[in-house]
């Protein structure tokens, strides 16, 4: 099926001869195939707004080359994060009774400094 289009600034008509073509797949998309990848610096600043947003995140695993691949990046980069925050937590020693005081501390080798804070802090 050939159609003619005229644009107001085209001097002649324009033959499409195919539905579906590269044309077709930008049309409404501001070239989105065309300019899907992000420079460096959108990619940066796009990563550190997602960073932001998403505190409970692994940061450094905020990645890709589309706005798309980064906004999928950080399902990968919460799952680490909880892992990550498991870890710690089954890794703590609990001392029993908590009474926040350090144990077997030997007060003859702390510095002047370190002597006083221990001091205010009990």
Request: glycine fraction near 12%; charged fraction near 20%.
């Amino acid at each position: 099926m050939n159609e003619i289009k005229v644009a107001e600034a085209q001097a002649s008509p324009s033959q499409v001869a195919e539905i579906g073509g590269s044309a077709t797949a930008d049309a409404g998309t501001g070239g989105a195939a065309q300019f899907a990848v992000l420079s460096a610096d959108e990619r940066q600043t796009l990563r550190a707004t997602l960073a932001a947003a998403h505190p409970n995140t692994v940061h450094e695993l905020i990645g890709g080359e589309t706005v798309g691949e980064m906004v999928a990046s950080l399902e990968t980069a919460k799952a680490a994060y909880q892992r990550t925050i498991e870890r710690t937590r089954a890794a703590m020693p609990v001392a029993a009774g908590g009474s926040g005081r350090p144990v077997g501390v030997d007060i003859t080798k702390l510095s002047p400094l370190a002597k006083i804070s221990m001091g205010l802090k009990g």
